[in-house]
């Protein structure tokens, strides 16, 4: 079983690295040796199984620069999560029309941006994302809801890993 699962782990690496347009762009499979060694280490449940290759599925994502959400994909007022951000610090960019609140949740570690507004990542007015809102957002390795509080028009969002 575990030797399945490591060659599933270690193809979705490979699909995640191909797919891109630009090699140097993203990293093959990021967390993928350490997800391996874990499998090969110690017992795991396939729950457990699942949840490696989901968080090794969102480390690729985010470095490969294809974090990003939309109301045409999740609707207009979503709950996305939950998230897994790597530690790091990352650009966050919003657009929109109108207004929008997007709140975090941490459900384990510790994230936000310095400019956190009674847990909001973004608290903008008409206009002022048409052309992209963005914020420095910070991770120790953690995992979060985002909910948006508010959302009057169709948007977008996207996470850029910078380092």
Same mark, same amino acid.
């Not at 975090?104 to 007015?125: H, M, P, W």
């Given at each position: 079983?575990? /030797?399945?699962?490591?060659? #599933? /782990?270690?193809?979705?690496? /490979?699909? =995640?690295?191909?797919?891109?347009?630009?090699? &140097?762009?993203? %990293?093959?499979?990021?967390?993928?040796?350490?997800?391996? *060694?874990?499998?090969?280490? %110690?017992?795991?449940?396939?729950?457990?199984?699942?949840?490696?290759?989901?968080?090794?599925?969102?480390?690729?994502?985010?470095?490969?620069? &294809?974090?990003?959400?939309?109301? %045409?994909? &999740?609707?207009?007022?979503?709950?996305?999560?939950?998230?897994?951000?790597?530690?790091?610090?990352?650009?966050?960019?919003? *657009?929109?029309?109108?207004?929008?609140? #997007?709140?975090?949740?941490?459900?384990?570690? *510790?994230?936000?941006?310095?400019?956190?507004?009674?847990?909001?990542?973004?608290?903008?007015?008409?206009?002022?994302?048409?052309?992209?809102?963005?914020?420095?957002?910070?991770?120790?390795?953690?995992?979060?809801?985002? %909910?948006?509080?508010?959302?009057? &028009?169709?948007?977008?969002?996207? =996470?850029?890993?910078?380092?």
């Amino acid at each position: 079983m575990r /030797v399945f699962v490591t060659v #599933i /782990v270690l193809l979705a690496g /490979v699909m =995640f690295a191909s797919a891109q347009d630009t090699p &140097d762009e993203c %990293e093959a499979a990021p967390g993928a040796i350490e997800i391996i *060694t874990e499998f090969l280490a %110690e017992p795991v449940t396939p729950l457990q199984m699942l949840r490696y290759i989901y968080e090794a599925a969102q480390e690729a994502l985010i470095a490969c620069g &294809d974090y990003s959400y939309s109301s %045409e994909a &999740d609707g207009a007022r979503p709950v996305l999560g939950p998230l897994t951000f790597p530690e790091g610090i990352y650009r966050a960019t919003v *657009t929109t029309e109108k207004l929008i609140g #997007i709140k975090i949740f941490e459900l384990d570690g *510790t994230c936000g941006t310095q400019a956190n507004v009674s847990g909001y990542l973004f608290l903008v007015r008409e206009g002022e994302a048409r052309d992209g809102a963005q914020a420095v957002f910070t991770s120790s390795g953690c995992e979060l809801l985002l %909910e948006f509080a508010s959302a009057e &028009d169709p948007w977008t969002l996207t =996470f850029e890993k910078l380092r």
